[in-house]
Nanobody, 124 residues
Framework: QVELVESGGGSVQPGGSLRLGCEISGFTYAYYSMGWFRQAPGKEREAVACINSGGTTTYADSVRGRFTISEDAAANTLYLQMNSLKPEDSGMYYC??????????????????WGQGTQVTVSS
């Protein structure tokens, strides 16, 4: 049974940092495309960062240079390091996985498996 469990969300001031984690079980993520998505109230879910089974990473223009997606094989965990956070980064952040080797930033509908989400709030 595939399961994705996010952690690490919270409230932070602008300019601060957070690291999100996504604990993975039920599959070998090395063969999957993995991604972080976010959704703000009243807005569509959007891709933030993705890493495919070949290790290629892709970032949304709005977060490139500030966010880093990475994997820890030993811990079976996907991470999103978020630095220099801005109020517009606020929203529910979701981890997602799909057995297809996607490239670029696929639409949310392209991913089969999802976590329950973790809230990130950036506010002074």
């Amino acid at each position: 049974q595939v399961e994705l469990v996010e952690s690490g969300g919270g409230s932070v001031q602008p300019g601060g940092s957070l690291r999100l984690g996504c604990e993975i079980s039920g599959f070998t993520y090395a063969y999957y495309s993995m991604g972080w998505f976010r959704q703000a109230p009243g807005k569509e879910r959007e891709a933030v960062a993705c890493i495919n089974s070949g290790g290629t990473t892709t970032y949304a223009d709005s977060v490139r240079g500030r966010f880093t997606i990475s994997e820890d094989a030993a811990a079976n965990t996907l991470y999103l390091q978020m630095n220099s956070l801005k109020p517009e980064d606020s929203g529910m952040y979701y981890c997602a996985a799909d057995p297809t080797t996607w490239s670029g930033l696929p639409r949310p509908a392209a991913f089969r498996y999802w976590g329950q989400g973790t809230q990130v709030t950036v506010s002074s």
